[in-house]
């Protein structure tokens, strides 16, 4: 059909309109309506048929056991009209657009029964259900391929009119003329049933419209939530950052505090006389100590809090020391040893904020310092903006004297305002995600 309609919706249309004729008609005792499907092919099928009993109380529905016009129904190519083939009333009425009356089926030349079957009693009248193409299709009709009828001629190309379906009404003998009230009657309802079919192509259209604006929210909200998530990726890196530079921080601050200090080369030596230990105990060759040596010297280029580190060492080299002494058999002087060692590795990650090394250091009031290094040795796991302003307040001022003490102040204050501006975007797709699933709420 030139429409797209559910097919139970379409069936209690047809079954109304012809329920509607045969009760207002009194000589006609059936009637059939055709489904006429979209170009080229316009296939006519049969959608129900109706007859009336003889009181004229009741209707019984069905299809005729053998129809070419039943379900899948007949193409257009099938019943146009041919040289040498019996012409049919629904070529006529599909092409032309007009109606048909057979009030004498003897000397009807589209009688297809008297023709095939010798039927001589098929008292008819047939018509087209018209709908306009602008109301169809709202002004923008698509680019439909128009059949051709026998002649070559292409067929509905400049009507006005598609042709949805079409009415079949029978009647008692020799009780239908051409132009008669009843044929003007079902002509009105033909198109009352073309308004109906109309309606319910359009709200089709609308639930279809509907249906597509729901996969069109989701859709929107998977590349909102792609978005977002790509955000939320954004904002950890952006936090990695500031740990980083949180780091470097701590190392240029410990470079500056033990500057003087007989402390100041306690992780290195700690890593040197553990690197020493493997390489004596000959197992600076084999995978194991390989390793166990990588990882101690990847200490010293990290800058962890205490806290954390002290839990690095513990899990990334003194554990791998417990499995390798479990191993071997060594004195106990060299188990102290090797134990001194991971212990003043751990003993080194506070010494940017041990009590004496920073009552030795008087380049700072004891505020500041106490300030300076609650900060730069807290071990935070979320973003907190207060923080961020109080390091670049201390960063500001000249008692720090940091090698790079205004780059480290300038990557936070960059850092810190591209984090904002991730997290305002992650809250704005939060709610355009809510505002676009459940619709704004006023």
Request: charged share 30%; with cysteine; hydrophobic share 35%.
């Amino acid at each position: 059909m030139a429409t797209k309609i559910d097919k139970v919706v379409l069936e209690k249309a047809c079954k109304n309109i012809i329920e509607t004729i045969l009760f207002c008609l009194p000589k006609a005792y059936k009637g059939t309506v055709y489904e006429i499907g979209r170009p080229p092919e316009m296939i006519a099928k049969r959608i129900t048929s109706g007859v009336i009993d003889e009181e004229r109380k009741t209707i019984s529905w069905g299809l005729p056991e053998r129809s070419d016009y039943n379900p899948p129904g007949k193409p257009w190519i099938e019943y146009r009209d041919e040289p040498g083939r019996a012409l049919e009333a629904m070529a006529w009425c599909v092409e032309k657009q007009k109606s048909w009356t057979a009030e004498n089926p003897r000397n009807d030349s589209r009688s297809v029964r008297l023709q095939v079957e010798g039927v001589w009693e098929d008292f008819h009248h047939m018509e087209p259900v018209l709908i306009r193409k602008e109301d169809l299709y709202f002004g923008n009709e698509p680019r439909l391929q128009y059949p051709r009828n026998c002649k070559g001629e292409i067929i509905w190309q400049s009507n006005e009119y598609v042709v949805a379906a079409v009415i079949k009404i029978h009647f008692r003998p020799h009780t239908i003329k051409i132009g008669s009230p009843e044929t003007r009657i079902i002509k009105r309802l033909s198109r009352a049933l073309g308004t109906e079919l109309l309606s319910y192509q359009l709200r089709q259209q609308s639930v279809e419209a509907m249906r597509q604006l729901a996969d069109d929210k989701i859709n929107s909200c998977n590349v909102l939530a792609h978005s977002l998530r790509n955000a939320i990726a954004k904002s950890g890196f952006i936090f990695s950052l500031i740990k980083l530079e949180l780091g470097f921080l701590r190392d240029q601050w410990e470079r500056v505090l033990l500057e003087h200090s007989d402390q100041k080369g306690m992780k290195q030596e700690a890593v040197h006389v553990l690197n020493e230990t493997l390489r004596i105990m000959a197992e600076g060759s084999n995978q194991q100590g390989k390793d166990l040596m990588r990882i101690q010297n990847r200490f010293l280029d990290l800058s962890l809090p205490p806290e954390r580190g002290e839990n690095w060492v513990r899990m990334q080299i003194e554990e791998r020391w417990n499995k390798l002494l479990a191993e071997k058999h060594l004195d106990e002087e060299r188990v102290k040893e090797i134990r001194r060692g991971i212990d003043q590795l751990k003993r080194s990650l506070y010494l940017g904020k041990d009590p004496d090394i920073l009552a030795a250091y008087d380049k700072m009031v004891e505020s500041s310092k106490k300030e300076w290094t609650d900060l730069i040795y807290r071990d935070t796991d979320r973003l907190d903006s207060q923080f961020l302003d109080r390091l670049v307040l201390i960063l500001e001022g000249p008692s720090l004297n940091l090698p790079y003490q205004e780059k480290s102040r300038k990557s936070l204050t960059y850092l810190k305002t591209l984090a904002e501006i991730m997290g305002h975007l992650e809250q704005n797709t939060n709610v355009v995600l809510q505002q676009v699933l459940n619709g704004s709420k006023r």
